[in-house]
């Protein structure tokens, strides 16, 4: 699929639904606000979310970590338009700033930027991106060789039951959301490699979602 083909999809998907976003996946995209609670930003560092839709996440991450800089990509032009409002009422838009693009082709330049960012963040969105090995990779390159890439996002969903499992991957399927199975045997292969107790991944009941934070080196790890 080509750039222009995805940004359309994505606007097709979101025109409509970008008004009632935030409040429809509170219900089912757990573990968010939890990944922003143990970013621990300090002040002058920046992040980049990729497939920041509405800003949501963004704007709980200004005001809770004040005086870090923040950017936010994302492929769909529908849903920048909601992030952008948004971020204007909370009179942020000195601190956030985004771009329209693919994750597989994230760029500082996107931003103006020449530094490479100090984290990167994927929050239910390699489930959605088409090469999500190439998004990790992109996204390794654009930040700091120190730097911390976090992840939430859906796992095996084996704990939900064959009819619960099935159920919700249909309703996933709807818009073009799909678990990626080979990142989550990537990303456990890569932890049983670690200490027995890793406080960087955990996996929430069920098997519903698993969040990680991971570095740049493991980032690459998990996309090739």
Request: proline share 4%; hydrophobic share 40%; aromatic share 8%.
């Amino acid at each position: 699929m080509t750039a222009a083909a995805h940004s359309e999809l994505m606007d097709s998907v979101y025109r409509r639904q970008r008004h009632i976003y935030d409040f429809t996946r509170k219900y089912y995209l757990f573990g968010r606000d939890r990944l922003i609670r143990e970013l621990d930003l300090k002040p002058g560092e920046s992040l980049v979310e990729v497939g920041c839709g509405t800003a949501r996440n963004l704007i709980k991450i200004a005001q809770r970590y004040p005086r870090t800089m923040l950017y936010g990509l994302d492929a769909s032009a529908e849903m920048l338009k909601s992030a952008r409002v948004a971020i204007e009422r909370a009179d942020l838009a000195n601190r956030i700033h985004l771009a329209q693009g693919l994750a597989e082709s994230l760029s500082l330049s996107d931003f103006g930027r020449t530094a490479p960012f100090d984290r990167a963040m994927f929050s239910y969105s390699l489930s959605m991106i088409p090469d999500w090995k190439q998004a990790l990779s992109g996204s390794s390159r654009a930040t700091n060789p120190d730097g911390i890439i976090h992840i939430v996002d859906f796992a095996d969903l084996s704990g939900l039951g064959t009819l619960g499992r099935k159920a919700l991957t249909a309703w996933l399927t709807i818009f073009h959301v799909a678990p990626r199975t080979e990142m989550i045997e990537k990303v456990q292969s890569l932890m049983r490699t670690k200490a027995a107790e890793r406080p960087d991944f955990s996996m929430l009941p069920a098997h519903y979602a698993f969040l990680l934070n991971c570095t740049c080196e493991e980032a690459l790890a998990l996309a090739s």
